[in-house]
């Protein structure tokens, strides 16, 4: 499987990597999945096997118990691969168990290492961000945790365009070590990340991580033009994050995801992925799968590459306006932005 550079760093990453929110099952993970170790050892395998080099997950997936059966499925593979996992969400029940204080990471960080099992991990990321610690205090207690040699590299999750570029001045300013990756929601029925972030990405050289790229199930083919939405599927037109998709957009990009999957002989979730991995500043793309043939099949997404025409096509049927200052900034001021 193509590797790529994880930003500007000298670190490569697969372009697809796993991604396991899945291992666990408890508390609000179950409806995720419940993948416990034997099937996790089995998806890890097959995962080394295809290519796949990161690994992510989350102290908050399953009250940490997705890190533990994470790392208990990495023993003796711990050299081969790029343990990614992240810190914000709460571990507990006092006030100080959540966020991004100097105090939260740092503990976060300790409890992470014993339940992967590891000395250190390769790319520690802030969850979120968190608008009552101020940005010096977050960074420099990441910067301490790489220091110490229990993190080799940084980067965040679900930040804005202004507060990434915020951190990363934060971090020029006074010497500390630089996010190198940001991960975001970014799909075809999702395409926000390109007004600010994926732009910053570009701009400042932070590799970007996406998760969500079939956009909770809608670019999968479960839900199609003139066809009743499948019953329990996760994602839902109204309830899908970020406020649903409208139905007649939705419709327009999954019967372009259809036509260039069925030219191919791929599925829809394969051009879905693909698509983005043609993007500027994508460095992988993150997936999720509750067994082996959703796995295999996840995997196969990387054997091809969507073509200049293919993607104008997906582009066309996914766009939306513009915002402002980015539609005057592309259209009546286009010679200096192009």
Same mark, same amino acid.
């Given at each position: 499987?193509?590797?790529?550079?994880?930003?500007?760093?000298?670190?490569?990453?697969?372009? $697809?990597? !796993?991604?396991?929110?899945?291992?666990?099952?408890?508390?609000?993970?179950?409806?995720?999945?419940? #993948?416990?170790?034997?099937?996790? +050892?089995?998806?890890?395998?097959?995962?080394?096997?295809?290519?796949?080099?990161?690994?992510?997950?989350?102290?908050?997936?399953?009250?940490?118990?997705?890190?533990?059966?994470?790392?208990? %499925?990495?023993?003796?593979?711990?050299?081969?691969?790029?343990?990614? #996992?992240?810190?914000?969400?709460?571990?507990?029940?006092?006030?100080?168990?959540?966020?991004?204080?100097?105090?939260?990471?740092?503990?976060?960080?300790?409890?992470?290492?014993?339940?992967?099992?590891?000395?250190?991990? +390769?790319?520690?990321?802030?969850?979120?961000?968190? /608008?009552?610690?101020?940005?010096?205090?977050?960074?420099?207690?990441?910067?301490?945790?790489?220091?110490?040699?229990?993190? *080799?590299?940084?980067?965040?999750?679900?930040?804005?365009?202004?507060?990434?570029?915020? /951190?990363?001045?934060? %971090?020029?300013?006074?010497?500390?070590?630089?996010?190198?990756?940001?991960?975001?929601?970014? %799909?075809?029925?999702? *395409?926000?990340?390109?007004?600010?972030?994926?732009?910053?990405?570009?701009?400042?050289?932070?590799? #970007?991580?996406?998760?969500?790229?079939?956009?909770?199930?809608?670019? #999968?083919?479960? !839900?199609? *033009?003139?066809?009743?939405?499948?019953?329990?599927?996760?994602?839902?037109?109204?309830?899908?994050?970020?406020?649903?998709?409208?139905?007649?957009?939705?419709?327009?990009?999954?019967?372009?995801?259809?036509?260039?999957?069925?030219?191919?002989?791929?599925?829809? /979730?394969?051009?879905?992925?693909?698509? $983005?991995? *043609?993007?500027?500043?994508?460095?992988?793309?993150?997936?999720?799968?509750?067994?082996?043939?959703?796995?295999?099949?996840?995997?196969?997404?990387?054997?091809?590459?969507?073509? +200049?025409?293919?993607?104008?096509?997906?582009? /066309?049927?996914?766009?939306?306006?513009?915002?402002?200052?980015?539609?005057?900034?592309?259209?009546?001021?286009?010679?200096?932005?192009?």
């Amino acid at each position: 499987m193509e590797k790529r550079l994880l930003g500007k760093s000298g670190l490569q990453v697969s372009v $697809l990597s !796993f991604g396991a929110m899945t291992f666990g099952g408890e508390g609000m993970f179950a409806m995720v999945g419940k #993948t416990q170790q034997d099937e996790a +050892d089995r998806l890890i395998g097959i995962s080394l096997d295809g290519g796949i080099n990161l690994f992510d997950t989350a102290d908050a997936y399953s009250n940490g118990r997705s890190e533990e059966i994470l790392g208990h %499925s990495l023993r003796g593979k711990r050299q081969d691969i790029v343990l990614a #996992t992240k810190a914000w969400g709460r571990t507990g029940k006092g006030p100080n168990d959540l966020g991004a204080s100097r105090l939260h990471i740092v503990n976060a960080c300790e409890a992470s290492l014993k339940r992967l099992k590891t000395d250190y991990i +390769d790319l520690y990321q802030i969850h979120a961000f968190d /608008a009552l610690t101020p940005l010096e205090e977050t960074l420099r207690a990441l910067d301490d945790l790489v220091s110490a040699g229990k993190v *080799r590299y940084i980067g965040c999750s679900n930040y804005a365009g202004w507060q990434l570029m915020k /951190a990363l001045a934060v %971090s020029d300013k006074n010497g500390f070590e630089r996010y190198i990756s940001h991960q975001i929601y970014y %799909s075809l029925a999702g *395409r926000d990340a390109e007004t600010d972030l994926l732009p910053v990405g570009v701009d400042q050289g932070v590799g #970007t991580i996406v998760w969500g790229p079939l956009a909770f199930g809608l670019l #999968t083919g479960k !839900f199609r *033009r003139g066809q009743p939405d499948p019953e329990g599927a996760r994602g839902t037109l109204a309830g899908a994050p970020g406020g649903g998709i409208e139905s007649e957009r939705l419709d327009t990009i999954t019967d372009a995801l259809a036509e260039i999957a069925q030219e191919r002989g791929a599925t829809m /979730a394969h051009v879905a992925m693909n698509y $983005l991995l *043609r993007k500027p500043a994508i460095s992988t793309v993150l997936f999720g799968a509750r067994n082996e043939s959703q796995l295999k099949d996840n995997i196969a997404a990387a054997g091809w590459t969507m073509t +200049d025409a293919e993607l104008a096509k997906l582009d /066309a049927a996914s766009t939306k306006p513009l915002p402002y200052p980015q539609w005057a900034q592309r259209s009546v001021f286009a010679e200096r932005n192009p």
